[in-house]
């Protein structure tokens, strides 16, 4: 309930304003009765202003945050909204072949996650509880914000996990790679194992139901490919908006002239990621989704080339940054792909 101070102080503005409409449009003249609309008007000019009041004193879901005290005394705060990223993880970045379509795992603020690689995420729910509790193990229990080194990775061109956590208005970034093959000491070490800890805790805390996730928007990722299978049959491309070679030009690059043999592929989109990706609009979708029938991946024919075609579903925290979640080979820091809207380029000839 509003306090009374409050609701006399809205009564009084309310009998204020009230009193200044009726002088000015010089209502005791033209309405000898007014006053039997006085409480009518009153009322209404009361409810305006609580809404007005209860609006300025809503709290801004833009600026929805959640605050905890740590052992130590000290706070941790983060975003509540569901396209804010908490805890994020890739594994890759060595040269072993390795490409994730999606991150490992993806938490947000209001407590989904969203579990990849691929294409098929799965999407479950963390209670708030169960979300603090895992916050608190991390902080706490595991110490990461205060860990001396944030790189554990000893051994060149190996495979590595990428944790992200976004916590007091800053993103803290680990890598988690082969680690004491050289002479270490004995607090790296320990924090070495904090760190792997702290990484389990977050796969186990990830238990309940989960279910398919789907997005209203989608990019679409193209490359050429020198291996289809011919035992298929192979489409054409019948798109009016773009060919194929635009599209993976524009976000893979051109493919340079192969002195050695037919097989000129620089491993965009199958080991490293591309330099850009293309959001469709809702008519594009629509079409390409029908020449797809119903399927993510699809291998297409287009002037004697053949390109895969890979429709991926936006994540909530990408489709408000406008960056693509991705981790490829031979690169052992995140930096996301940009997504680019509206018509593709049309390539410059080669000299």
């Known amino acids: 309930m509003k306090p009374i101070y409050r609701i006399r102080k809205q009564i009084s503005l309310a009998n204020y304003v009230f009193s200044i409409w009726i002088k000015s449009l010089r209502i005791r003249k033209r309405l000898p009765c007014y006053t039997l609309f006085q409480p009518i008007i009153i009322f209404i000019i009361i409810m305006l202003v609580t809404a007005c009041d209860s609006s300025a004193n809503t709290p801004s879901i833009n600026n929805a945050k959640q605050t905890l005290s740590t052992s130590s005394g000290s706070t941790i705060t983060y975003n509540t909204r569901p396209q804010d990223v908490l805890i994020r993880t890739f594994y890759g970045g060595g040269k072993l072949g390795t490409f994730e379509m999606s991150p490992e795992i993806s938490i947000y603020g209001d407590g989904n996650y969203i579990l990849g690689p691929g294409l098929q995420m799965q999407q479950g729910r963390l209670q708030a509880v169960a979300l603090q509790q895992l916050l608190h193990k991390l ?20 495979n590595a996990t990428v944790l992200q956590l976004m ?51 989608m990019v679409l990722l193209v490359h050429q490919t020198f291996s289809p299978d011919l035992s298929q049959s192979i489409p054409y491309w019948s798109f009016q908006d773009f060919t194929l070679f635009q599209l993976s030009t524009f976000e893979c690059g051109l493919i340079p002239s192969d002195l050695t043999g037919p097989n000129g592929d620089t491993g965009c989109l199958t080991y490293t990621v591309p330099h850009t990706a293309l959001l469709l609009n809702t008519q594009q979708l629509q079409q390409i989704k029908t020449l797809l029938h119903g399927q993510e991946q699809a291998v297409f024919l287009e002037k004697g080339a053949y390109y895969s075609v890979t429709l991926r579903p936006l994540l909530p925290d990408e489709i408000e940054q406008k960056t693509l979640a991705m981790f490829g080979s031979q690169e052992l820091s995140y930096t996301g792909v940009t997504l680019a809207e509206g018509p593709v380029p049309i390539p410059s000839p080669t000299p």
Request: charged share 20%.
């Open 139 to 158: 902080v706490d229990t595991y110490g990461l914000l205060k860990l001396n080194k944030q790189q554990f990775y000893d051994v060149p061109d190996q």
């Open 167 to 217: 916590l007091n208005d800053k993103e803290h970034t680990y890598l988690y790679g082969p680690f004491g093959n050289m002479q270490e000491s004995a607090q790296d070490r320990s924090e070495y194992q904090r760190l792997g800890n702290a990484l389990t805790s977050i796969t186990e805390a990830l238990v309940g139901p989960t279910h398919s996730y789907k997005s209203q928007q």
